[in-house]
């Protein structure tokens, strides 16, 4: 969640700026979200084949280490989920906050470096109070979906090794749909639910207190 968070907020800045193939840029960060889980899945686990990947193949090629067990073992198969979720979803979030970005009045920047505000200045003056709400949903929106992730690590891992890689959906569904235990799975649906709500409670509640500062 952090790096869903961070990460594209920092792309969100540079695109944000004025440079040539600003357009194309904005569109290839974009390009992956628009990729079903199954498909982004089915073509990281042949590129990150111990055996026969690409990913594997490079670093021979560099004389890096190259039979890491990227969907076998750990901590290999977590790098693999986050840095592929990553990769994934950051395009979504990015274009939240490039929109949030054009709607900070410029005046405001021009202001800040009148008074002698320098970039770090304009950032935390300027650019995250105005982001303000657009920060509430990012994180809210980017809470929910990862404690909800099931199909990357369904479809690459599938928990392995042993259940270490296991996701709480992952874990609810073979509960109910594997095991038959329906009412333990709807009784831990209902926990992780409440659970998810008071978190998200938690988030309006800082974003309020803040704001009010």
């Not at 079903?36 to 560099?62: E, F, K, M, Q, S």
């Not at 021009?110 to 650019?127: I, K, N, P, S, Y």
């Not at 404690?147 to 874990?171: H, K």
Request: proline share 6%; with cysteine.
């Amino acid at each position: 969640m952090p790096l869903l968070v961070v990460v594209p907020f920092g792309v969100a800045l540079l695109l944000n700026g004025r440079f040539p193939g600003r357009t194309f840029f904005r569109a290839v960060y974009f390009a992956p979200y628009v990729l079903g889980v199954a498909v982004v899945c089915v073509l990281w686990r042949i590129l990150l084949d111990p055996a026969n990947g690409l990913v594997n193949y490079l670093l021979g090629a560099l004389g890096l280490p190259d039979s890491i067990p990227w969907v076998t073992d750990l901590p290999w198969a977590w790098i693999s989920l986050v840095g592929i979720t990553v990769w994934w979803t950051l395009g979504f979030n990015a274009v939240i906050y490039l929109a949030g970005l054009q709607d900070i009045p410029r005046e405001l920047y021009e202001a800040a470096r009148v008074d002698g505000g320098g970039r770090w200045a304009q950032l935390r003056h300027v650019t995250l109070p105005g982001l303000r709400p657009v920060l509430l949903f990012v994180v809210i929106n980017t809470l929910l979906a990862s404690a909800n992730m099931f199909g990357q690590a369904y479809l690459l891992t599938d928990g392995a090794p042993g259940v270490e890689t296991r996701t709480v959906i992952m874990y609810i569904a073979e509960e109910g749909l594997k095991d038959y235990r329906m009412g333990s799975a709807a009784a831990m649906s209902y926990v992780f639910t409440f659970v998810l709500i008071i978190l998200s409670v938690v988030n309006f509640r800082l974003f309020r207190t803040r704001e009010a500062r």
